[in-house]
């Protein structure tokens, strides 16, 4: 058996340097070159297989792990608002996958006699993003994102949520109407590949709408109010019912109101309820601001429950000055009674929020 064995370990040696001699040109016959020329073409061939093979792996690898998602854009295929209002409208992404994303680039293209670009803020999604860099166009605006190094608040696979929110000042006529829709979608993925993908456009329009009642809640230093519920009800039946915008803004279309005396109420949590009565007419306009005041803050610097609220309390409880319904912080109909005098206290130590 070792015999054998070391004979065809001899006959592959022997083997091994014919084809290695033939093959890099020393000793050949003419035999040798017709094999060597025959094998240099089968190697050439070989090697532009494989690099057509690797070309194709890496291309259809790449081609996978674009960054991408259901879709890009406008949340409701219709929005609508009064003409010289704002209006922020979300621009959003469904289901990212392939990412993190660590850049968008997009255009939002309308029609700019209705309505303009007038800011870009960044969405719930890139809250800790640089601040947008937008340009305006006679088509549209461009709008460019980029989270903050070290990029670690990049967008995660699966999110779903708004990325920008673009700030209009619409200034068509009511019922003038754009199509917002989007193009040149790009999302890059962050390192080590900052690959750019894309996602189907998700589009919209935007109607001017007649306005019948539109206004603004504040707060007692002027700031607007967001997320209000403004609510009319007409001989105690409530007939209408909206939130405030960023600034605090609202508004009611006439299809909504029938005309007639409403009243007009705003809630906000941590402020006090307000109310007005609202004349509704046909085909006019009303307008109606309410401020609304924060509960704990009796001397209307905006803070509440500060030390100048608290010694405000302890006087009003010492019937040294007048009291209102402000002064009722447990909300049982007894204004600045002990209680009152300790909620407003605990607020002042921090160990509760007033509302
Ligand atoms: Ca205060
Ligand atoms: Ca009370």
């Excluded at 792996?57 to 259901?70: C, E, I, K, M, R």
């Amino acid at each position: 058996m070792v015999g054998i064995g070391s004979e065809r370990e001899n006959n592959r040696n022997i083997y091994i340097e014919n084809e290695v001699t033939s093959f890099f040109g020393t000793s050949m016959s003419s035999e040798g070159v017709r094999k060597a020329n025959m094998r240099a073409i089968v190697f050439i061939i070989c090697v532009i297989f494989t690099i057509i093979a690797l070309h194709a792996a890496f291309t259809t690898a790449a081609a996978l792990s674009l960054p991408t998602a259901t879709n890009f854009g406008i949340i409701n295929d219709t929005e609508s608002a009064c003409c010289d209002m704002s209006v922020a409208i979300p621009v959003t992404i469904t289901n990212l996958e392939n990412g993190p994303v660590a850049a968008i680039i997009f255009n939002i293209m309308y029609n700019n006699s209705v309505m303009r670009v007038v800011g870009v803020h960044n969405g719930a999604l890139t809250a800790n993003w640089e601040n947008p860099t937008y340009k305006n166009f006679n088509w549209g605006t461009r709008v460019a994102m980029v989270t903050k190094p070290p990029e670690n608040e990049m967008i995660p696979d699966g999110a779903n949520g708004s990325v920008a929110l673009l700030v209009f000042n619409v200034t068509g006529e009511p019922g003038s109407w754009s199509t917002l829709s989007f193009s040149d979608i790009q999302l890059a993925e962050g390192p080590p590949d900052y690959q750019i993908g894309t996602a189907p456009a998700k589009s919209g329009i935007f109607t001017v709408v007649p306005c019948s009642l539109k206004g603004r809640v504040t707060d007692v230093v002027g700031t607007g109010i967001e997320g209000a519920t403004v609510n009319l009800t007409l001989d105690g039946v409530s007939i209408a019912s909206t939130s405030t915008d960023i600034w605090g803004n609202y508004w009611f279309s006439f299809a909504e109101l029938p005309p007639g005396v409403y009243n007009l109420s705003v809630t906000k949590k941590r402020f006090w309820l307000n109310r007005t009565t609202v004349t509704i007419n046909p085909d006019e306009s009303t307008r109606a601001d309410i401020t609304l005041l924060l509960v704990g803050d009796l001397n209307n610097n905006g803070k509440s429950a500060d030390i100048l609220d608290v010694s405000l309390m302890w006087n009003a409880w010492a019937n040294l000055i007048p009291k209102d319904f402000r002064y009722d912080l447990n909300h049982d109909g007894v204004e600045a009674e002990i209680e009152d005098v300790a909620l407003m206290w605990n607020a002042w130590m921090g160990e509760i929020v007033l509302e």
